[in-house]
Structures are given as structure tokens and as C-alpha cells.
């Protein structure tokens, strides 16, 4: 599957944004989704994973109850909706496909997109 992130920006603290990840060459509702972001100077880590049918997800500690990941399979897209967004949050995200598993692991993800900047200024 092949995939194409977007909808990065430039954002004061406190605003929102909602990257998209839109999927092609495979059945999309086959995938696990996952979103990773990798800051400046540190390791990429998953911020959130979503179920192939979208009824479980996974956030990671630091976004709890400020992002939201979802998905429209007719659409093959998945979405993350940040919220209440923290100069922290400024990182390279990436969306990531899975076929097999619901994991915030990277090993498990083989197709990746290119990456959306998302800056937050305080």
C-alpha cells in the first residue's frame, strides 16, 4: 500500500491541525493503522494506532485527550485531529501501514509515508 500524509503546518500553541493519510494500491480496510512523529535530536515514537475497523485505537501518554486518529475506509484515508497542540508537539509525523497487527511497534509497519512537518510555536 502506498501512502501519502499531509495537512502539516505552522500552528501557535493552543491550536489544532488534522493530518490525513491517504492510502492506494491495496484494500485499505485490510491495514492496521498507525501515526509515528519523530521530533528534532529524538527517536521516532507511535502516537496512535487505529483497529482495521476503527473501533480500537491507542494513544500514546503525552496526546491522550488532545489527539484524535480515525478513519474513513470507503475514503482510504486516516485522519489525526490534534488539539490543544504544544510546542512538544513539533515533529515530522508519518502514517504507517500494518498488515498483520494492532501494535505501536514500529517492526510491524512496511509501508510508510513521506512525512508532514507539524511546528508549534509558542
Known amino acids: 500500500v502506498q501512502l501519502q500524509a499531509s495537512g502539516g503546518g505552522l500552528v501557535q500553541a493552543g491550536g489544532s491541525l488534522r493530518l490525513s493519510c491517504a492510502a492506494s494500491g491495496q484494500t485499505f480496510s485490510r491495514y492496521f493503522m498507525g501515526w509515528f512523529r519523530q521530533a528534532p535530536g529524538k527517536e521516532r515514537e507511535c502516537v496512535a494506532v487505529?483497529?482495521?475497523?476503527?473501533?480500537?485505537?491507542y494513544y500514546v501518554d503525552s496526546v491522550k485527550g488532545r489527539f484524535t486518529v480515525s478513519r474513513d475506509n470507503a475514503k482510504n484515508t486516516v485522519y489525526l485531529q490534534m488539539n490543544s497542540l504544544k510546542p512538544e508537539d513539533t515533529a515530522v509525523y508519518y502514517c504507517?501501514?500494518?498488515?498483520?497487527?494492532?501494535?505501536?511497534?514500529?517492526?510491524?509497519?512496511?509501508?510508510w509515508g513521506q512525512g508532514t512537518l507539524v511546528t508549534v510555536s509558542s
Open positions: 487505529i483497529s482495521r475497523s476503527g473501533s480500537s485505537t
Open positions: 504507517a501501514a500494518n498488515l498483520f497487527q494492532f501494535t505501536q511497534s514500529e517492526e510491524g509497519y512496511k509501508s
